[in-house]
């Protein structure tokens, strides 16, 4: 019995040491990484402002047009109206531009204005970043400031046109507009509330 125990007490010690040795590396080595070497910061970086679905985006629209002299292909430009904060804690900075394009124009007819067919369909967030977007409200230049609030649907303030299609059903993103009169223009500045799909 009694030449156990020192035979005991160096293994405990070794045990110990070996240890203490082994989570010492082990939290060298679960030590953070600097960002630029980490391999997936830059993929969780890209992410980091993509607004998920449900994520409502008030606009500005940045280019004029007319319903009835516009074009297939045409290239439409919106900004931002403000701070667009996510559930990740990023926020989507006022002022980042929207893009999309005219997707389609059937023309004027029998005293009645054009119907367009558009869609938004690229955010700029430090880089471009895919989006679908339907139209929850239009309103003209300046807003009431309510038209940005996330539960306003519908047209205010611009005369002679209807939302046709809002784009939240197959084919989803595509947003037509039809004009009850001729050389109906929507103006820069006049509001869009978008919805990410």
């Given at each position: ?7 005991a ?36 970086a890209?992410?980091?402002?993509e ?18 002299r ?34 389609e ?33 239009i ?21 002679n046109?209807?939302?046709?299609r809002a ?31």
């Open positions: 019995m009694k030449c156990l125990l020192p035979k007490a160096p293994a405990r010690l070794g045990s110990a040491v070996f240890l203490f040795a082994f989570f010492s590396v082990s939290l060298i080595g679960a030590a953070p990484i600097p960002a630029a070497q980490t391999p997936n910061n830059s993929a969780e890209t992410q980091e402002n607004p998920p679905s449900g994520t409502t985006l008030p606009v500005f629209l940045h280019t004029s047009f007319s319903l009835d516009c074009k297939p292909g045409q290239v439409l430009r919106g900004k931002i109206a403000k701070d667009v904060g996510l559930r990740n804690g990023s926020v989507i900075r006022k002022g980042s531009e929207l893009e999309g394009h005219i997707v124009v059937t023309p004027a007819a029998n005293r009645s204005g054009a119907n367009v067919a558009m869609q938004f369909d690229k955010l700029d967030v430090g880089r471009k970043v895919p989006v679908v977007t339907n139209l929850q409200a309103a003209d230049h300046p807003p009431a400031l309510w038209a940005f609030n996330v539960d306003a649907r519908g047209n205010y303030g611009i005369d046109l209807l939302i046709a784009g939240n059903t197959d084919p989803v993103g595509k947003i037509v507009l039809a004009s009850q009169a001729q050389n109906l223009k929507l103006e820069k500045g006049d509001a869009l509330l978008l919805l990410v799909d």
